[in-house]
């Protein structure tokens, strides 16, 4: 079983930054999609960003330009470097690890909290 641990998460003033950790431990050799998604109160939980492990990343719309997703494979985690945050940014940061095309491999941290204020 892999198991995310997700840090980095706190309150900051608008067009300040912050840096996301996603620490995994367990087996993850299946996993080859890396992702971080965000939940606000009263919205879906939606895709920031994801890397894959050909360093494919994709990143939404409201992230390009601000945020950039990278991994370290030796120490098996996951960041988010967020840039020029704004109180839309205000959210639960999730780190996701999947198998594209085997959906019993998919993971989920608990998620840090992010905060902007205006």
């Known amino acids: 079983q892999v198991q995310l641990v997700e840090s980095g998460g706190g309150l900051v003033q608008a067009g300040g930054s912050l840096k996301l950790s996603c620490a995994a431990s367990g087996s993850i050799f299946r996993i080859n999609t890396m992702g971080w998604y965000r939940q606000a109160p009263g919205k879906q939980r939606e895709l920031v960003a994801m890397?894959?492990?050909?360093?494919?990343?994709t990143y939404a719309d409201s992230a390009k330009g601000r945020f950039t997703i990278s991994r370290d494979n030796a120490k098996n985690a996951l960041y988010l470097q967020m840039n020029s945050l704004t109180p839309e940014d205000t959210a639960v940061y999730y780190c996701?690890?999947?198998?594209?095309?085997?959906?019993?491999?998919?993971?989920w941290g608990q998620g840090t909290q992010v905060t902007v204020s205006s």
């Open positions: 890397i894959t492990s050909s360093d494919t990343t």
């Open positions: 996701n690890f999947k198998n594209w095309w085997r959906p019993a491999y998919d993971y």
